[in-house]
């Protein structure tokens, strides 16, 4: 695939417009799996669909795929339309030149490596390729993903890793300009993960392929995307560089899915050029409005990540090269109640007045525990509108949620409680 073969850039890869899909569960309730989603990506982008379990991103990838039927909507890859309710438009998957990769490998298990990897290239219609060049190109495939020596081995005979591979090297042999990925390494140990993480990546800026990859691993879509998606129950809450939607969560449902997040509920008391001044139970904290803007009055939220705070004993001088938060600065007296090492860097768990918060020191030095004081750059505080903050009508942050994935929407650092 050439760039030139790719388009213009002003044509979008992947344009989904207002796209509703619907179910009937078994006891008649409806669910919403996709509930007006429109967003569309550059050609060569690598996009992550990220959210718990049950939030719709398969079902999304699924339709953009031509393997489920919105109810609503339109879907356009690159410049042709795959889809569009409202002109009766339905493109059978095998002609939307889309290459898919699931979680489940889903490789023929009575086929080799070799014959899985070809399969696509021989069932194709309109794109005969000759013998040699069947073989030519499946080999390539096989040795891009590192599989080279496996193209006589089944599927049974090979370890998960391998046979994922295997699956990306039978998406990547038709030379697609799209391909989609459902939660692929789900089903691999943390390792190899990892490993494939980072050459897909590479894989994926070398062959200059256009990505949308789903997973509700949240390090993943960081790790990946060019952007990410953040998916609450059907809809699209926010769309942004993973940096965006770390620094700069749109809502408290993004804001505490992404990382961690130390939160102060208060009311504002003013607004002055960047400033929003807000009163809270702990005291006034200083923060920048994040996503919509607040005024005097405005019941809001206050939130800053852990390794953006620091902790000193309530009475020492800073320490030689600890800077700290550049003003201007919240300080709170606080309570430390207990410090614990946890490799990158040490955990301090406070009480600011009756809230508990949490601080990542990477050199963990104050070792007692007791009164502190606790500092926050301005720069580093969001303030959410607390009736937006879990954005439309979730009334429970990411990880209460009932069938959300406690265990995965908190990093590997929360407390356990
Ligand atoms: N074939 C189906 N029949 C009924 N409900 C479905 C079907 N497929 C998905 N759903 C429901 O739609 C919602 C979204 O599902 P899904 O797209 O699989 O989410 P995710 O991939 O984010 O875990 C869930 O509530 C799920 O139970
Ligand atoms: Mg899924």
């Given at each position: 695939m050439?760039?030139d073969?790719?388009?213009?850039?002003?044509?979008?890869?992947?344009?989904?417009?207002h796209?509703?899909k619907q179910?009937?569960?078994?006891d008649?309730?409806?669910?919403n799996?996709?509930?007006?989603?429109s967003?569309?990506m550059?050609?060569?982008?690598?996009?992550?669909?990220?959210g718990?379990?049950?939030?719709g991103?398969?079902?999304?990838?699924?339709?953009?795929?031509?393997?489920?039927t919105?109810?609503?909507?339109?879907?356009?890859?690159?410049?042709?339309?795959?889809f569009?309710?409202?002109?009766?438009i339905?493109?059978?998957?095998?002609?939307?030149r889309?290459?898919?990769?699931?979680?489940?490998?889903?490789?023929?298990p009575?086929?080799?490596?070799?014959?899985?990897?070809?399969?696509?290239?021989?069932?194709?219609?309109?794109s005969?390729?000759?013998?040699?060049e069947?073989?030519?190109?499946?080999?390539?495939?096989?040795?891009?993903v590192?599989?080279?020596?496996?193209?006589?081995s089944?599927?049974g005979?090979?370890?998960?890793?391998?046979?994922?591979?295997?699956?990306?090297a039978?998406?990547?042999?038709?030379?697609?300009?799209?391909?989609?990925f459902?939660?692929?390494?789900s089903?691999v140990d943390?390792?190899?993960?990892?490993?494939?993480?980072?050459e897909?990546?590479?894989m994926?800026?070398?062959?200059?392929?256009?990505?949308?990859?789903?997973?509700?691993?949240?390090?993943?879509?960081?790790?990946?995307?060019?952007?990410?998606?953040?998916?609450?129950?059907?809809?699209?809450?926010?769309?942004?560089?993973?940096?965006e939607?770390?620094?700069?969560?749109?809502?408290?449902?993004?804001?505490?899915?992404?990382?961690?997040?130390?939160?102060?509920?208060?009311?504002?008391?003013?607004?002055?050029?960047?400033?929003?001044?807000?009163?809270?139970?702990?005291g006034?904290?200083?923060?920048?409005?994040g996503?919509?803007?607040?005024?005097p009055?405005?019941?809001?939220?206050?939130?800053?990540?852990?390794?953006r705070?620091?902790?000193?004993?309530?009475d020492?001088?800073?320490?030689?090269?600890?800077?700290g938060?550049?003003?201007?600065?919240?300080r709170?007296p606080?309570?430390?109640?207990?410090?614990?090492?946890?490799?990158a860097?040490?955990?301090?768990r406070?009480?600011?007045?009756?809230?508990d918060?949490?601080?990542?020191?990477p050199?963990?030095?104050?070792?007692?525990?007791?009164?502190?004081?606790?500092s926050?750059?301005?720069?580093?505080?969001?303030?959410?509108?607390?009736?937006?903050?879990?954005?439309?009508?979730?009334p429970a942050?990411?990880?209460?949620?009932?069938?959300?994935?406690?265990?995965?929407?908190?990093?590997?650092?929360?407390?356990a409680?």
């Open positions: 050439t760039p073969a790719r388009g213009s850039s002003a044509t979008p890869i992947v344009e989904v417009h796209l509703v179910f009937r569960r078994s008649g309730a409806v669910v799996a996709i509930d007006d989603v967003f569309a550059r050609p060569g982008e690598f996009v992550v669909l990220l718990p379990s049950g939030c991103k398969t079902t999304l990838l699924r339709a953009i795929a031509g393997l489920e919105p109810d609503s909507g339109s879907i356009r890859i690159g410049a042709t339309t795959g569009c309710a409202a002109q009766g339905a493109v059978p998957p095998e002609k939307r889309i290459s898919m990769v699931f979680q489940s490998y889903a490789l023929w009575h086929m080799t490596a070799f014959a899985n990897v070809a399969y696509p290239l021989q069932c194709r219609r309109g005969r390729v000759s013998r040699a069947l073989g030519e190109r499946v080999r390539r495939a096989l040795g891009l590192g599989v080279g020596d496996l193209e006589r089944y599927p005979q090979m370890s998960g890793g391998q046979q994922q591979r295997v699956a990306l039978r998406a990547l042999v038709s030379n697609d300009e799209l391909v989609l459902d939660e692929p390494l089903n943390a390792k190899v993960r990892e490993q494939l993480r980072g897909l990546s590479s994926q800026r070398e062959l200059g392929f256009s990505a949308l990859f789903v997973t509700h691993d949240q390090t993943e879509a960081m790790e990946l995307a060019d952007r990410i998606a953040v998916l609450d129950r059907g809809r699209i809450v926010q769309f942004a560089t993973p940096r939607i770390y620094h700069r969560p749109a809502t408290r449902y993004v804001a505490t899915f992404v990382g961690a997040m130390n939160e102060l509920a208060g009311t504002v008391s003013a607004v002055d050029g960047d400033d929003v001044v807000v009163r809270t139970p702990a006034r904290v200083v923060g920048r409005a996503g919509v803007a607040v005024r009055g405005d019941e809001v939220t206050t939130m800053w990540r852990p390794e705070g620091r902790v000193r004993g309530a020492a001088a800073p320490g030689p090269g600890d800077a938060p550049t003003p201007p600065v919240n709170w606080a309570d430390v109640t207990a410090t614990r090492f946890v490799g860097h040490t955990e301090y406070l009480r600011i007045g009756d809230t918060a949490r601080v990542w020191h050199r963990g030095d104050l070792a007692a525990t007791g009164p502190a004081t606790v926050v750059g301005a720069d580093d505080v969001i303030v959410l509108p607390a009736g937006q903050a879990d954005g439309p009508g979730d942050p990411a990880g209460d949620r009932p069938g959300g994935p406690a265990g995965q929407a908190a990093p590997a650092m929360a407390p409680s």
